[in-house]
């Protein structure tokens, strides 16, 4: 859980590395919490809750894997590609 609450505090930073297990525990956790609010949306009857979620960590998350693609030893716009 550490490491999902350290890449949120670290929502802007593009510079640095995240090593294998920081970003997997990232994407662990943001898919864990994604069908947590899936879940809820659909006994609600809404699509608000996982929309406002995704959105809120869209920065997290493209920083995230650019400080992955960094250790790695590519840049960040690596992602443009998927």
Same mark, same amino acid.
């Given at each position: 859980?550490? #490491? +999902?609450? /350290? /890449?949120? !505090? !670290? %929502? /802007?930073?593009?510079? =640095?590395?995240?090593?294998?297990? !920081? %970003?997997?525990? +990232?994407? *662990?956790?943001?898919?864990?919490?994604?069908? &947590?609010?899936?879940?809820?949306?659909?006994? @609600? &009857?809404?699509? %608000?809750?996982? /929309? @406002? %979620? $995704? +959105?809120? @960590?869209? *920065?997290?998350?493209?920083?995230?894997?650019?400080?992955?693609? #960094?250790?790695?030893?590519? $840049? =960040?716009?690596? !992602?443009? @590609?998927?």
């Amino acid at each position: 859980m550490e #490491h +999902f609450t /350290a /890449a949120v !505090q !670290q %929502y /802007a930073n593009f510079e =640095g590395r995240n090593t294998r297990t !920081q %970003y997997w525990m +990232f994407v *662990l956790f943001f898919m864990i919490f994604y069908t &947590g609010c899936a879940v809820i949306d659909y006994m @609600l &009857g809404m699509k %608000y809750i996982t /929309a @406002l %979620y $995704s +959105f809120v @960590l869209l *920065l997290p998350r493209v920083a995230a894997g650019a400080r992955r693609l #960094h250790d790695t030893g590519r $840049s =960040g716009w690596w !992602q443009q @590609l998927s």
